[in-house]
């Protein structure tokens, strides 16, 4: 516990072994408003890291760091488009673990698995909307295909 001069409140001061590379260590040092193991101050640490680590990825890779919208609506429409990019990439990162895809590697990579189907619920979407497709019973779709218009679509 060491009171500064000009400080209204006291710190604790503490201190832990940080590991490098080749076996080797360090002393590192930790000022902190309540009184913290320097253990308990590097779980902490860990924890934070992740959460800065996330919001590197989303401002470098996903422009959340580009965004300039005026409205709350705009702010709110964008983080949720960034978060889903994010979260959308972090799955495919995480099924490609072997190969050890870069963020952008693995956006490329969402997209291109899962920009074809979207295209296809929307084109879907609007011929059901204009009332030339209409969706087919379960049972019948694996026989019929997508439409009634072209017996061969399989999608």
């Not at 001061?13 to 902190?32: I, M, Q, T």
């Not at 799955?91 to 490329?108: D, H, I, K, Y």
């Not at 609007?126 to 295909?145: F, I, Q």
Request: hydrophobic share 45%; with cysteine; charged share 25%.
């Amino acid at each position: 516990k060491v009171y500064l001069r000009g400080l209204a409140f006291p710190v604790w001061v503490s201190w832990y072994r940080y590991p490098l590379p080749k076996g080797k260590w360090e002393w590192r040092y930790v000022v902190a408003t309540f009184p913290a193991s320097g253990r308990t101050v590097l779980l902490w640490g860990r924890r934070r890291f992740s959460i800065e680590h996330f919001f590197k990825a989303m401002k470098s890779e996903f422009s959340l760091g580009q965004f300039g919208q005026r409205t709350p609506l705009g702010v709110h429409r964008f983080l949720v488009l960034c978060f889903l990019a994010y979260l959308l990439a972090h799955w495919v990162r995480m099924e490609q673990e072997g190969e050890g895809l870069t963020w952008r590697e693995a956006a490329r990579e969402s997209l291109r698995l899962l920009l074809p189907g979207l295209v296809a619920q929307a084109a879907l979407g609007e011929l059901h909307a204009l009332g030339l497709w209409h969706p087919p019973p379960d049972e019948v779709r694996g026989k019929a295909g997508l439409c009634r218009l072209c017996k061969r679509c399989k999608f």
